[in-house]
Nanobody, 118 residues
Framework: QVQLVESGGGLVQAGGSLRLSCVAR???????????MAWYHQAPGKQRELVAR???????DYADSVKGRFTISRDSARKRVFLQMDSLKSEDTGFYYC?????????WGQGTQVTVSS
């Protein structure tokens, strides 16, 4: 069974940092290495929005709201994707979800909660 499992959320003060991790369980290496991986953010009462994306070749893309503050990366050997979040703001509060399209379907993790206190 393939699944995405996020971790690393928590409570942090504004201006602080967190590092989120997403492991792609059950993926064979070739599938993970080719897959575009993404992080989405869902703020309370709002729709889920794309935060950052990384291709299998390592090309990255970010939402304007996080450019210069967040960094997405991947570790092929461990089949993990990371989101380094620096200079956190209160509006970064919410759930963060890992996402990819693989094995013929869209996959989402269960989410990890981030709370930024001002």
């Amino acid at each position: 069974q393939v699944q995405l499992v996020e971790s690393g959320g928590g409570l942090v003060q504004a201006g602080g940092s967190l590092r989120l991790s997403c492991v792609a369980r059950g993926f064979i290496s070739s599938v993970f290495n080719a897959a575009d991986m993404a992080w989405y953010h869902q703020a309370p009462g709002k729709q889920r929005e794309l935060v950052a994306r990384i291709t299998g070749d390592g090309i990255t893309d970010y939402a304007d709201s996080v450019k210069g503050r967040f960094t997405i990366s991947r570790d092929s050997a461990r089949k993990r994707v990371f989101l380094q979040m620096d200079s956190l703001k209160s509006e970064d509060t919410g759930f963060y979800y890992c996402n990819t399209v693989a094995y013929g379907r869209t996959l989402w993790g269960q989410g990890t909660q981030v709370t930024v206190s001002s």
